[in-house]
């Protein structure tokens, strides 16, 4: 359908997913439509607005089980510990307990930028695999893991400690992954950290963030103390993973205003940051969904106060950076205004530049973690507009905060199959779509353009004033890209000919 007659129209866009849902079996089609809807007005706008804070309502049903047989977009267990929470941090080598496939999979695939030498004192883009065969499944991996974790201490002595990752095998057979841990600690004096985030559990990569955060309470925090002095301006960036350098440039803000990070992780972490971050006085969190659960036990075993805050766009900096302050004292609220305003001119001459480029282009988002949300106001502040958002590992609560982002009439989808998204974007024909790679190669054979939004397409970083800069350019390079005006669609050329 034309692309005006989705634009932003909830009556519209709920006559696109009644069609999608139509194709379905009817046991399916009830289950996915419950994981579908169009943002709506909340009900008693004032009264609720004043409680939530909220601009719509994205209610959808999220964070059960995809349904056998229709593929979906989403990590496991195994691959939201690894792969987000733990993976990042720098001076620790990470084990990735089991068959080589999984490890390999997850190797060094999203660009967590860090300093150090590598294989000295950094080890991120290393790969640790216990590479289990046959008999290791028959008769147990616990000797082999003790033997690997030797070796790992003989050849890096420089490595502060070792996560174990286990995969899908490790919960089956029943390795004893925490007595060799404590064997080797006690061994070796190096914290050593048992991970059961076996790919299996859970509905999605979401459970194995809940459980690697467990693992930093149970593992790190709550057995370390230390001799930190802390300071009255100390804070911690969490859930902050450094793709294309953005923890840089958020660090670079927060300390421009006054505040010194103590604590940047995971990305670019060290194991001393995440040991001394309970002395900060506040925990700043990126991704919510992914580190929210230490945050909240920070708060209550440490009284660790903690916050939301969002740097992708001028208009959420400011925003974010005036919240910030407002938890210090008038000496760092002063500086927050003097570094916005100094910032200004950069901000006018990007928009300047970019947003006649862009303003009225439309956007649809399909990513993990924190985007579908925080980005919303950053193509907005270039005059774009979001048709579409979705998450493929989101709670209730993410779709909570996403209606304050959000206006009405968004089409909204959770866990989306392959067979939706496809009809979505035909249907909605956004000038840009914004997903993850498997997304990438049949959107753009679809003829629209797209960035991918999970490692910024090999550019970045994206936060922060200039990110904003670098994220403005890249919009405009997909958009605007002469390529889009060079090809014809295969029946067009039919019909040409």
């Known amino acids: 359908m034309p692309l005006d007659d989705y634009t932003n129209n909830a009556e519209l866009h709920e006559r696109l997913i009644a069609e999608v849902l139509a194709a379905y079996p009817d046991k399916s089609r009830k289950r996915r439509q419950k994981h579908l809807a169009v943002a709506k007005p909340i009900q008693g706008e004032a009264e609720a607005d ?5 601009a719509t309502e994205c209610a959808v049903k999220s964070n ?5 047989g229709v593929m979906t977009i989403r990590g496991c267990a195994y691959a939201g510990s690894k792969g987000v929470v733990w993976g990042p941090i720098k001076d620790m080598v990470h084990i990735s307990h089991g068959p080589v496939g999984c490890g390999h999979y997850s190797w060094s695939q999203r660009r967590n930028y860090y300093t150090g030498t590598t294989g000295v004192d950094s080890f991120v883009t290393m790969q640790f695999t216990s590479d289990f065969q046959e008999r290791d499944i028959v008769f147990g ?6 033997k690997l974790i030797d070796e790992i201490d003989t050849l890096f002595p420089l490595s502060k400690g070792i996560s174990i990752q286990s995969e899908c095998p490790i919960g089956l057979i029943g390795d004893d992954i925490e007595a060799v841990s404590r064997k080797k600690n006690k061994e070796t004096g190096k914290t050593i950290v048992p991970v059961r985030c076996e790919g299996f559990r859970g509905v999605s990569q979401s459970l194995g963030h809940h459980i690697a955060n467990d693992c930093i309470r149970d593992w790190v925090l709550d057995k370390k103390d230390n001799d930190f002095e802390a300071g009255p301006y100390d804070v911690n960036v969490i859930g902050d993973y450094n793709i294309g350098g953005d923890a840089w440039a958020s660090r670079r803000l927060l300390e421009e205003i006054g505040l010194r990070v103590v604590g940047n992780w995971s990305g670019d972490a060290t194991l001393a940051e995440i040991e001394r971050s309970p002395k900060a006085k506040l925990n700043l969190i990126h991704c919510y969904r992914s580190m929210n659960y230490i945050c909240r036990h920070m708060e209550e075993k440490y009284g660790v106060a903690w916050m939301e805050y969002n740097f992708f766009g001028p208009s959420q900096i400011a925003a974010s950076l005036r919240a910030i302050a407002a938890r210090f004292d008038q000496t760092i609220q002063d500086n927050a205004e003097r570094v916005i305003a100094s910032y200004q ?15 009225g282009k439309t956007v649809m988002l399909y990513v993990g973690g924190l985007r579908p949300r925080h980005v919303v106001t950053a193509y907005e502040d270039l005059g774009m507009q979001i048709v579409g958002a979705g998450y493929e590992f989101a709670h209730n609560d993410d779709y909570q905060r996403t209606g304050h982002y959000v206006k009405e009439g968004t089409l909204i989808y959770d866990d989306v199959t392959g067979y939706e998204l496809e009809r979505f974007i035909e249907g909605v024909r956004p000038d840009l779509v ?5 997304e990438k190669y049949p959107t753009q054979k679809l003829g629209v353009p797209f960035r991918q939004m999970h490692s910024w397409d090999y550019s970045g970083p994206y936060h922060g004033y200039d990110g904003f800069a670098i994220f403005a350019r890249d919009m405009d390079l997909a958009i605007n890209n002469p390529v889009w005006g060079l090809f014809k669609a295969p029946w067009k050329k039919e019909k040409a000919a």
């Open 141 to 146: 991996g616990d000797k082999k893991l003790e």
């Open 64 to 68: 059960i089980k995809s349904v056998p």
């Open 345 to 359: 001119p950069m901000v006018d001459a990007v928009l300047a530049r970019y947003k006649p480029r862009l303003e």
């Open 50 to 54: 004043a409680e939530a804070g909220s």
């Open 434 to 438: 914004g997903s993850g790679i498997k």
